[in-house]
């Protein structure tokens, strides 16, 4: 896959205060990068704008910023989640026999940060971790609908119907109803929505990653999860989906205290 080159510069020029004494100007990223001058002069207005690095004028050189921070902080939390739920996700799709997933909004798909399948059963679906499902024909992408604010999922919904404009007229309004079963019972149901021989619920998880977009997902072959079993696993994803943001909670609170006293 192609990468930005100007973006790669960017990131290029964000490392190298990773092992500085703090303070580093124009001339000392220019010797530790290899870029020319006038592309790092370019970059380090842009990262100021951007809040990534602070500009002194009395020292003439640039440090971190917050934004940076920021990124790091929504790392640890997303490797905290992910962490803390693997054991759960793991137990429930083996009690189940199902495919459990933990996906996030990306753009207009559901993107899997963590997937787990059932160990004792060979049935599997060809899903892994940084795999992406649809969210228009999905109970996931539906899961991660229902997290947005009205004027968010306006936007995203203006995406899919670009994405998926043949078949709009029909996805449309399965997204209404599982808007409705959502609100009505915390979990949405999609019959062979995405695969025709696919069944699967999902709950929303909400959570202060990624703009509280977030999704808990089962799925299998629809012979091995009828309409009533979805019913009955979407309740038990509710309740694991209500413990995942307790714990979420509590581990943000322990990391801001332990900083605090760092």
Do not use: K
Request: with cysteine; aromatic share 4%.
């Amino acid at each position: 896959m192609a990468v930005s080159s100007a973006l790669s510069r960017g990131l290029s020029l964000l490392a190298t205060f990773a092992d500085a004494s703090v303070w580093l100007s124009n001339s000392d990223i220019v010797r530790r990068t290899g870029l020319p001058a006038p592309t790092v002069a370019r970059l380090t207005r842009s990262l100021v704008t951007m809040g990534m690095l602070h500009y002194s004028v009395n020292r003439r050189r640039f440090r971190l910023a917050p934004g940076v921070m920021r990124l790091g902080y929504g790392a640890r939390c997303e490797a905290h989640l992910v962490e803390m739920a693997r054991p759960h996700l793991q137990r429930f799709a083996d009690r189940h026999h199902v495919h459990v997933s933990l996906a996030v909004l990306d753009e207009t798909d559901a993107l899997h940060l963590e997937v787990c399948h059932s160990a004792s059963t060979f049935m599997t679906l060809r899903l892994g971790v940084g795999s992406r499902i649809p969210l228009a024909c999905t109970a996931a992408g539906h899961a991660i609908l229902s997290c947005l604010s009205e004027g968010e999922r306006g936007g995203v919904m203006t995406s899919l119907q670009r994405r998926h404009e043949r078949n709009w007229p029909r996805i449309e309004p399965a997204i209404a109803r599982a808007m409705d079963d959502i609100d009505a019972h915390g979990f949405a149901r999609c019959v062979g929505g995405w695969q025709s021989d696919i069944n699967s619920v999902a709950t929303p998880l909400r959570t202060p990653l990624h703009g509280g977009a977030m999704s808990i997902a089962c799925g299998a072959p629809a012979g091995h999860v009828p309409v009533d079993r979805l019913t009955e696993i979407g309740g038990e994803l509710v309740l694991l989906a209500n413990l995942f943001s307790g714990g979420l909670q509590e581990g943000m609170a322990e990391r801001r205290t332990s900083g605090r006293s760092a």
